[in-house]
């Protein structure tokens, strides 16, 4: 297979997991695409850098915010490395952090990185504006 091709099929792996999986909340489809070996080179605090950890943010984050989707602006893919910029929404009905739901719309961007070996994700690296979230959910962070 040519590298456009390795990097198209990925992209698209890469996309479903945004639209379907963190947008839709089909878990059928994660354990579908994601390795059973995946690891997370930056997971969230509180989380294993596993698959089960992946897992478990993204059913916090839809607890939280049932209508979690994200709007897609780019892809760019180096062979099977699928780097992403996206902007979540979603609406704050659930706790978070500990912060009780507040019924405010919030949106946050992304940057990831994830690796597709034979169409399932096996390496994820991500940097997300949680500052930005936190302070649109009123969390008081002292920062001046």
Same mark, same amino acid.
């Given at each position: 297979m040519q590298d456009t091709d390795v990097s198209e099929v990925a992209k698209a792996v890469v996309?479903?997991?945004t639209e379907e999986v963190q947008g839709g909340g089909d878990y059928d489809l994660y354990d579908m695409l994601f390795s059973d070996d995946f690891v997370d080179h930056t997971p969230q605090p509180g989380r294993t850098p596993d698959k089960a950890g992946a897992l478990e943010l993204y059913?916090?984050?839809r607890a939280a915010f049932p209508d979690f989707h994200a709007v897609?602006?780019?892809?760019? &893919?180096d062979g099977n490395l699928v780097t992403t910029y996206k902007t979540y929404h979603g609406t704050h009905q659930g706790e978070f952090f500990g912060i009780a739901p507040t019924g405010k719309a919030i949106q946050f961007e992304t940057v990831d990185a994830m690796?597709?070996?034979d169409g399932r994700i096996t390496e994820h690296w991500g940097? &997300?504006?949680l500052f930005s979230l936190m302070e649109q959910l009123g969390a008081g962070l002292g920062v001046r």
């Amino acid at each position: 297979m040519q590298d456009t091709d390795v990097s198209e099929v990925a992209k698209a792996v890469v996309r479903r997991n945004t639209e379907e999986v963190q947008g839709g909340g089909d878990y059928d489809l994660y354990d579908m695409l994601f390795s059973d070996d995946f690891v997370d080179h930056t997971p969230q605090p509180g989380r294993t850098p596993d698959k089960a950890g992946a897992l478990e943010l993204y059913k916090t984050l839809r607890a939280a915010f049932p209508d979690f989707h994200a709007v897609i602006h780019w892809q760019a &893919a180096d062979g099977n490395l699928v780097t992403t910029y996206k902007t979540y929404h979603g609406t704050h009905q659930g706790e978070f952090f500990g912060i009780a739901p507040t019924g405010k719309a919030i949106q946050f961007e992304t940057v990831d990185a994830m690796r597709v070996v034979d169409g399932r994700i096996t390496e994820h690296w991500g940097v &997300a504006n949680l500052f930005s979230l936190m302070e649109q959910l009123g969390a008081g962070l002292g920062v001046r």
